[in-house]
Every structure is written in C-alpha cells, then in structure tokens.
C-alpha cells in the first residue's frame, strides 16, 4: 500500500483540534456539495440520522460533537485514528462500538475522489446510519467477527462490508435510496447509481456478496440491494462465518470489471 501523504490531525490539551481556514472551507464545499446531490436519494433512515447530527457547514465538527449523538443512540462513538490502521485494529474498534475517523481533510485537489476515507467520508458518509440501530448492530457484529477471524476470512467479510456500509443501497417504493457511505460521500459514484444505466443491481444475497469482487478505484460495477435498513438486523443475527466457509468452498465470481493495468 503506498504511504498517505495526509497527517492526522492532533487535539490540543482541550480536545480540540485546530483545522485551517482552507480546511474548513474544504469541508464546506464538500458537504453543501453532497447535500444537493444526495437529496432524494439517500434513504429515510439516513436523512433522520443527519438531522440529529446537526453537522455544522462552515467547519470541520470535533469529534466529541459527532459523540453526544451517537452514543445515546446507539452506544457508538467516533475514535480518532492516523491516516491508516491495521486491520487488527479496524476490527478491535468496531468490535467496540468504536467507528475510525481519521482527522485530516483531503486537499483541493483530490475533492472528487481519493482512496484514503477521509474525516468527511467517515462524518458525512457514515455517522449519521449509526445513529440507526439496525445499522449499528450490524456493524458492531461484523467489528467482533472481524476480530476473531483468520486473514483469509477478513477477505471475504471485506467483501460484506464493501456492499453494505459502502456502497449497500434500499428498494422502496420509489426506488433505490443509498445507505453505503461510499456513495453518499461521493458525488461522481451518487450520479453513477442513479444517472447511468451502467451499474448492475443485484438483490442482496450474503452468499452472493461473499463471493462477488470488487475494486476500489473504480465506479462500482454491481451494487446489492436490500429490501429494508431494518433486513440488516436478520443479517447480523445469521451464522455469517458459515457463508463465509460455503463462500471460501464455492470460490469468487468471476470479475465483471477489467483488471488494475498497474498491478504489481
Ligand atoms: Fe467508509
């Protein structure tokens, strides 16, 4: 993995951290940015949680804000992390109802896509499904089963994860709507859900999911979708490492994507 060129950001000794000017305005054009363009298409569930944070639009939230809602809500809080975590850790936090954000912003330059999720992929993108308790139960189940898995197993609960708190969409009755913070913190993949009839739309199916590829630097070719935000609570109480054993027995997909021209 190449080495971030981003720094996490630091609080004082009053659990403040201090971002620059440019900063918070980068902040502001991203999530008055995003608002407009999820209107409508994220889901209920979502736009519930994002009322009750109340992000600000002018700066970049401290932690500690972001914590005095979820935690009532669902016993989750945001713990600040650097730039990368092993998945040791990544698993450890949300096997402790501990969400990982970064704090640092990306830069002008990388406004539309950068690989590395950064403090507003995580704010924007995610915290306001964790304020939902079916979203907040999976999450905190797939944490613990993360924890005590083999490397071989985290790669195909990768792949859970990658379809539902990524890119995971609902059927309602008019039409689909993004729960998967990989799309609500992204202009470019919101457009390719909704405006390009490029995407594949599959019913979600764990074993299906299990078993399906994925890149991360590429507008997703197939996306799964569930019925309810609540459907997440059933996922959560099945033996999910069993579908992984049957998933490891019946092996991947094949791609429906070209491969990386620069792996190595
Ligand atoms: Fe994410």
Same mark, same amino acid.
């Given at each position: 993995?190449?080495?971030?060129?981003?720094?996490?950001?630091?609080?004082?000794?009053?659990?403040?951290?201090?971002?620059?000017?440019?900063?918070?305005?980068?902040?502001?054009?991203?999530?008055?940015?995003?608002?407009?363009c999820v209107k409508g298409r994220a889901c209920d569930e979502y736009v519930?949680?994002?009322?009750?944070l109340a992000l600000p639009?002018? !700066? $970049?939230?401290?932690?500690?804000?972001i914590n005095r809602v979820l935690e009532p809500a669902t016993g989750w809080q945001v713990n600040r992390v650097p730039a990368l975590i092993s998945f040791d850790r990544f698993f450890e936090l949300l096997a402790n109802r501990r969400f990982p954000v970064a704090t640092f912003i990306r830069s002008r330059e990388e406004l539309d896509y950068l690989q590395e999720p950064d403090i507003f992929h995580e704010l924007f993108g995610h915290c306001a499904l964790l304020t939902n308790p079916a979203f907040a139960r999976f999450t905190h189940t797939y944490g613990q089963l993360g924890r005590d898995a083999s490397p071989q197993d985290r790669g195909f609960l990768a792949r859970l994860y990658w379809f539902t708190v990524e890119f995971g969409l609902l059927n309602?009755?008019?039409?689909? !709507? $993004?729960?998967?913070?990989?799309?609500l913190s992204s202009p470019g993949e919101t457009r390719h859900v909704f405006e390009s009839d490029l995407p594949e739309f599959r019913p979600f199916n764990i074993l299906d999911v299990l078993r399906t590829p994925y890149r991360i630097d590429i507008m997703q070719p197939v996306y799964y979708v569930l019925d309810?935000?609540?459907?997440?609570?059933?996922?959560?109480?099945?033996?999910?490492?069993?579908e992984v054993q049957k998933a490891r027995g019946l092996g991947l997909f094949a791609p429906t994507f070209p491969a990386r021209q620069d792996a190595s």
């Open positions: 993995m190449n080495a971030t060129q981003y720094v996490a950001r630091k609080p004082d000794t009053n659990g403040v951290i201090h971002y620059s000017d440019e900063e918070n305005a980068i902040w502001h054009t991203l999530i008055e940015r995003q608002l407009a519930a949680g994002l009322a009750r639009h002018d !700066r $970049i939230p401290q932690l500690d804000d309602t009755p008019s039409g689909h !709507r $993004i729960y998967g913070g990989g799309i309810s935000i609540d459907d997440l609570f059933a996922i959560a109480e099945m033996d999910i490492m069993a």
